[in-house]
């Protein structure tokens, strides 16, 4: 006889039936949670990572174009010295002769 077959007959084996299949989904939906429960945590991990790594790759943006501006106020000071000493050159030597 078919386990439907059964469980017509007998209420007490529905009964005992029901209770096992109840179980097994009680089994299955805790099982379910702890996968969920681990996934949030691996994507609170992975989420905390990506903040680090974005305020590290902003501290190092930060810093190139801090050396970019420092080089070119270098570059700049240099040509306007440059500039000045030739200027400073050709008016001394249009006053002398």
Do not use: P
Not at 66 to 93: D, E, M, P, Q
Request: proline share 0%; glycine share 6%; aromatic share 6%.
């Amino acid at each position: 006889m078919s386990t439907t077959g059964l469980e017509k007959e007998s209420l007490e084996a529905h009964v005992d039936l029901c209770a096992e299949r109840y179980g097994q989904m009680k089994k299955d939906l805790e099982m379910l949670a702890h996968g969920i429960n681990n996934t949030n945590t691996r994507l609170d991990n992975l989420e905390n990572l990506i903040i680090t790594i974005d305020n590290r790759l902003s501290e190092k943006e930060n810093n190139a174009l801090r050396s970019i501006i420092r080089i070119a106020g270098i570059l700049i000071f240099g040509l306007l010295g440059s500039l000045a000493t030739v200027v400073w050159y050709f008016f001394t030597n249009s006053i002398i002769q």
